[in-house]
């Protein structure tokens, strides 16, 4: 069994920052993939950011140069931090990772945290 547990999401002023944290729990032999995703209301969920066990990152269009993913490998952690946040990323922001545990890979998803941004 392994779960995904996000935190830090919150409300903040256009041009704030906030730092999301999603580390994972269980059975877990290795895990490849890292990323965060997000859903606005009325609207399908969207790529956000991914990094990868080498640590090679990717990022949509919309937040290059804003946001930056990072992981801590011997935590399980996946970590975003985003600056010069806009109304626009008003969303919830869910962590997704791919792991292997001691009996097949399996994709897993967080519950989710939502991010405002309003004055």
């Known amino acids: 069994q392994v779960q995904l547990v996000e935190s830090g999401g919150g409300l903040v002023q256009p041009g704030g920052s906030l730092r999301l944290s999603c580390a994972a729990a269980?059975?877990?032999?290795?895990?490849?993939?890292m990323g965060w995703y997000r859903q606005a209301p009325g609207n399908q969920r969207e790529f956000v950011a991914t990094?990868?066990?080498?640590?090679?990152?990717n990022y949509a269009d919309s937040v290059k140069g804003r946001f930056t993913i990072s992981r801590d490998n011997a935590k399980n952690t996946v970590n975003l931090q985003m600056n010069s946040l806009k109304p626009e990323d008003t969303a919830v922001y869910y962590c997704?990772?791919?792991?292997?545990?001691?009996?097949?890979?399996?994709?897993?998803w967080g519950q989710g945290t939502q991010v405002t941004v309003s004055s």
């Open positions: 269980g059975s877990i032999y290795s895990i490849d993939i």
């Open positions: 997704n990772m791919y792991i292997a545990t001691p009996s097949t890979w399996n994709d897993y």
């Open positions: 990094i990868t066990g080498g640590g090679s990152t």
